[in-house]
């Protein structure tokens, strides 16, 4: 694999989070009377699950669109990072595994 193309897989890796937080910040925002309604507090501890429960709003299809993306572009961060780490042994291969593993729940959560 090419430099190029390393550099790609790690940009995506560094863009999907970007996305994820501003968009997160934004539909808050857009969706802050009906979170409150549902009895979440943006100071104290909730029994409302933030980000999720952002997803039961009006633009609740536009958050789980954002858990899917976030998702996406976490895999390809998980191979740059198989294919671009030079040390051998356990250690080359662990840290982008548990990347993918913690980027398919992502992408799962659009479907369910």
């Not at 857009?30 to 633009?59: C, K, R, T």
């Not at 294919?83 to 959560?109: D, F, H, I, K, T």
């Amino acid at each position: 694999m090419n430099e190029r193309t390393l550099t790609r897989l790690a940009d995506a890796g560094v863009v999907g989070p970007i996305v994820f937080g501003l968009t997160t910040t934004i539909l808050t925002f857009l969706e802050y009377d009906f979170m409150i309604g549902l009895g979440w507090d943006p100071v104290q501890n909730s029994h409302v699950p933030w980000p999720s429960g952002l997803a039961l709003g009006s633009y609740g299809w536009f958050q789980v669109a954002n858990f899917a993306l976030f998702g996406v572009c976490l895999i390809p961060l998980a191979f740059g990072l198989h294919r671009g780490v030079r040390a051998g042994g356990r250690e080359s291969w662990v840290g982008p595994a548990l990347y993918r593993g913690w980027a398919v729940p992502y992408q799962n959560v659009c479907c369910f």
